[in-house]
């Protein structure tokens, strides 16, 4: 079956830097559009970046220049770097599988979810 595993999340200081993981398991990793969201408390979960089964990214305006979504195909796995990280960008972030296989929809279309991760924890501090 489908699985998502994340790793990578932890405290660090403003300015700082984290690189977040996603191993997937169960299905064709490849030729699938996947995707980075977070949920701080109290806010609704928010897509933060996706990477379509070619390689082309996009970005939400406020981790644009700061993020950088990635994906190594031989190990089936999905990278998020995160750069120059803000109070912010504390929240749970959680990698996600789109329901259909093939390239991304533009940012401004739905995701569609297909299978979520457990999610990893990102606090950063001030």
């Known amino acids: 079956q489908v699985q998502l595993a994340e790793s990578g999340g932890g405290s660090v200081q403003a300015g700082g830097s984290l690189r977040l993981s996603c191993a997937a398991s169960g299905y064709t990793f490849s030729i699938y559009c996947m995707g980075w969201f977070r949920q701080a408390p109290g806010k609704e979960r928010e897509e933060v970046a996706r990477i379509s089964s070619d390689g082309t990214t996009k970005y939400a305006d406020s981790v644009k220049g700061r993020f950088t979504i990635s994906k190594d195909n031989a190990k089936n796995t999905l990278y998020l770097q995160m750069n120059n990280l803000k109070p912010e960008d504390t929240a749970m972030y959680y990698c996600?599988?789109?329901?259909?296989?093939?390239?991304?929809?533009?940012?401004?279309?739905?995701?569609?979810?297909?299978?979520w991760g457990q999610g990893t924890q990102v606090t950063v501090s001030s």
């Open positions: 996600a599988r789109r329901q259909y296989a093939g390239s991304c929809p533009a940012l401004t279309l739905p995701f569609a979810v297909g299978y």
